[in-house]
Nanobody
Framework: QVQLVESGGGLVQPGGSLRLSCAAS????????MAWYRQAPGKERELVAGISGSTNYADSVKGRFTISRDNAKKTVYLQMNSLKPEDTAVYYC???????????WGQGTQVTVSS
């Protein structure tokens, strides 16, 4: 059974940075394209960054967020810089939607950007 455990969220001021981590288990991590998603209150979940052989980003985060992975640790990361209040959301990792159906969602990690 696939398990995804996100961590690293918190409260940060506008302009600040956070690094999110997602530890995966129960599948061949290196064989799967991964992505970070976020869901703000009252909004649908959206993909913000994906990584397969290359990376892709939502326009709203390009130049500010960087996705990376460590296959040996079965972990995917999201470095978030120059954070804005509109980045406030619960962040989740999962399979990249362009490559298949998502696994069961983890609990996510809350990111709040506020002064």
């Amino acid at each position: 059974q696939v398990q995804l455990v996100e961590s690293g969220g918190g409260l940060v001021q506008p302009g600040g940075s956070l690094r999110l981590s997602c530890a995966a288990s129960g599948m061949i991590f290196s064989a799967n394209a991964m992505a970070w998603y976020r869901q703000a209150p009252g909004k649908e979940r959206e993909l913000v960054a994906g990584i397969s052989g290359s990376t892709n980003y939502a326009d709203s985060v390009k130049g500010r967020f960087t996705i990376s992975r460590d296959n040996a640790k079965k972990t995917v990361y999201l470095q978030m810089n120059s954070l804005k209040p509109e980045d406030t959301a619960v962040y989740y990792c999962n399979r990249h939607s362009a490559y298949g159906w998502p696994w069961s969602w983890g609990q996510g990690t809350q990111v709040t950007v506020s002064s």
